[in-house]
């Protein structure tokens, strides 16, 4: 069983940065894809990046330039960089893993951007 725990969403103002971190654990050979994903009130969840093994790092247009998507793979971990938040950014950001062909979900960690 893999499991996702994340860090670090809270209350910024707009301007502002934050980190997120996302921890895997589990038995866990190798991780193909990491990603963030985003969803606010009342939309679908939404892909914000992704970065897979290879290196690739697809963002979604909203964020280009102001996010960044990196990973760990020893401490088989994931983040995502967050500058120049906008109010528009607030929303629960779940961690993603591919693993083994099966995905796994974070539990979600609240961003509000707001003055």
């Known amino acids: 069983q893999v499991q996702l725990v994340e860090s670090g969403g809270g209350l910024v103002q707009p301007g502002g940065s934050l980190r997120l971190s996302c921890a895997a654990s589990?038995?866990?050979?190798?991780?193909?894809?990491m990603g963030w994903y985003r969803q606010a009130p009342g939309k679908q969840r939404e892909l914000v990046a992704a970065?897979?093994?290879?290196?690739?790092?697809p963002y979604a247009d909203p964020v280009k330039g102001r996010f960044t998507i990196s990973r760990n793979n020893g401490k088989k971990t994931v983040y995502l960089q967050m500058s120049s938040l906008k109010p528009e950014d607030t929303a629960v950001y779940y961690c993603n893993m591919v693993v083994g062909g099966y995905n796994y979900w974070g539990q979600g960690t609240q961003v509000t951007v707001s003055s």
């Open positions: 589990g038995n866990i050979f190798s991780i193909n894809v």
């Open positions: 970065i897979t093994s290879g290196g690739s790092t």
